[in-house]
């Protein structure tokens, strides 16, 4: 089945320990991207991909690395996380030709809390 | 720069009745339009999309919409909605390497 596989589901940490939310697509997709959503804001976009060792910031990055070393795998790193970081994050994946994105496929969230 | 207006953060409707649920955007050159929805606690899924072509799309669970590309809008619509349509929905926009989503909208569905 063509998915985009999350994990954790759920996550509770404190300030400041690091930690790394996993995604990983079984499509061939060259584009993933990292989401976070927050009540009143919808969806902002934390970090992208457009290929393997190819990233970029989104509209949220600070706070946030992403590495694409593999095309199948985009893990997203809160290297000293912060109760603002508290959010539902989703990771999504599509064909990219070059000029536009297809569509999201996406996974079916973690949902993180800082205390 | 390029960006997604839902005109409505919340949608009242009876069930069994017609809704739309509209969106505008922002673009100077050609792009993707997408409609997703999010039932609670859940993930987005794919309703439908326009690349190209004809300008009426139709999606799964009796959704369509309707590229207008002179007013810029990509509005969505279903006939008769059922309590099971109650979520959120998200308008979305591809550009060259981005997808911008709007705010979305909730849709309630009144017995």
């Known amino acids: ?115 | 720069a390029q960006s997604v207006t839902q005109l409505d953060s919340q949608v009242p409707v009876f069930e069994e009745a017609p809704v739309e649920l509209r969106c505008n955007y922002s673009s100077s050159v050609s792009v993707y339009l997408f409609w997703y929805v999010q039932y609670p606690n859940q993930g987005l899924q794919l309703l439908l999309k326009y690349l190209s072509g004809s300008t009426l799309v139709k999606g799964i669970n009796g959704f369509e919409a309707e590229f207008n590309k002179s007013q810029t809008s990509f509005h969505l619509r279903k006939p008769s909605v059922h309590i099971s349509d109650t979520a959120e929905y998200f308008c979305a926009v591809s550009e060259n390497d981005k997808i911008i989503f709007g705010k979305g909208t909730r849709l309630h569905i009144l017995p």
């Open chain 1, 1 to 115: 089945e063509a998915q985009v596989t999350q994990n954790p589901r759920y996550l509770i940490t404190v300030t400041g320990k690091k930690l790394t939310v996993t995604c990983s697509q079984n499509m061939n997709h060259e584009y993933m991207s990292w989401y976070r959503q927050d009540p009143g804001l919808g969806l902002r976009q934390i970090y992208y991909s457009m290929n393997v060792e190819v990233t970029d910031k989104g509209d949220v990055p600070e706070g946030y690395k992403v590495s694409r070393k593999e095309k199948r795998n985009f893990p997203l790193i809160l290297e000293s996380p912060s109760p603002n970081q508290t959010s539902l994050y989703f990771c999504a994946s599509s064909f990219y030709t070059g000029t536009n994105i297809y569509g999201y496929t996406f996974g079916s969230g973690t949902r993180l809390t800082v205390v």
